[in-house]
T-cell receptor, first 119, second 112 residues
Framework: GAVVSQHPSWVICKSGTSVKIECRSLDFQATTMFWYRQFPKQSLMLMATSNEGSKATYEQGVEKDKFLINHASLTLSTLTVTSAHPEDSSFYIC???????????????FGQGTRLTVV | AQSVTQLDSQVPVFEEAPVELRCNYSSSVSVYLFWYVQYPNQGLQLLLKYLSGSTLVESINGFEAEFNKSQTSFHLRKPSVHISDTAEYFCAVSSGNTPLVFGKGTRLSVIA
């Protein structure tokens, strides 16, 4: 079935530095990738939608200059948290929407998630 | 716009007892419905989904959910829970190629 691989699974960084999170579709082409953020004991909130070959679409309240999204190819989308601060500490998850035959068969089009801790 | 309401934020239940986790949705278009499970510090795992056809869907580990269009509900049930079922459960809705909209989650705690 469809597999989305997210890396790294966890990262600790110093305040003020930048962190890049990668999300790859391993056996299918993802023209779209959704990025979610989950604060502790809360639900997943959509941050932005990345589209291969065009600019990402950000949800209201999400700073596009802080959360840089690049969809460089049909199999790779990246989220870069720039000038990270402790309040950016969260669980970030990418997700590729179902495509074609995978719509019925897929059981895993979410990445494994990245736990970001900013100290 | 779509929304999902999970009425119970926490559900404690004794081992081997039945459980129901409630989910109601709101949408102006046809929807697909999902239940995901999340164990501590892990990503989401798809538990079951309703796309079309039979309104009762089952998972391999004993959970089932029934799509009720008139009540706009997709409640999750299990007749006998195990300690290992302790986790966070999220109900989600989508119109197809759109991002999933998640409920706030229900924390299921199974007590020995």
């Amino acid at each position: 079935g469809a597999v989305v691989s997210q890396h790294p699974s966890w990262v600790i960084c110093k305040s003020g530095t930048s962190v890049k999170i990668e999300c790859r579709s391993l056996d299918f082409q993802a023209t779209t990738m959704f990025w979610y953020r989950q604060f502790p004991k809360q639900s997943l909130m959509l941050m932005a939608t990345s589209n291969e070959g065009s600019k990402a679409t950000y949800e209201q309240g999400v700073e596009k200059d802080k959360f840089l999204i690049n969809h460089a190819s049909l199999t790779l989308s990246t989220l870069t948290v720039t000038s990270a601060h402790p309040e950016d500490s969260s669980f970030y998850i990418c997700s590729a929407p179902p495509v074609g035959e995978y719509w019925v068969n897929t059981e895993a089009f979410f990445g494994q998630g990245t736990r970001l801790t900013v100290v | 716009a779509q929304s999902v309401t999970q009425l119970d934020s926490q559900v404690p239940v004794f081992e081997e007892a039945p459980v129901e986790l409630r989910c109601n949705y709101s949408s102006s278009v046809s929807v697909y419905l999902f239940w995901y499970v999340q164990y501590p510090n892990q990503g989401l795992q798809l538990l079951l989904k309703y796309l079309s056809g039979s309104t009762l869907v089952e998972s391999i580990n004993g959970f089932e959910a029934e799509f009720n269009k008139s009540q706009t509900s997709f409640h999750l049930r299990k007749p006998s829970v195990h300690i290992s079922d302790t986790a966070e459960y999220f109900c989600a809705v989508s119109s197809g190629n759109t991002p999933l909209v998640f409920g706030k989650g229900t924390r299921l705690s199974v007590i020995a």
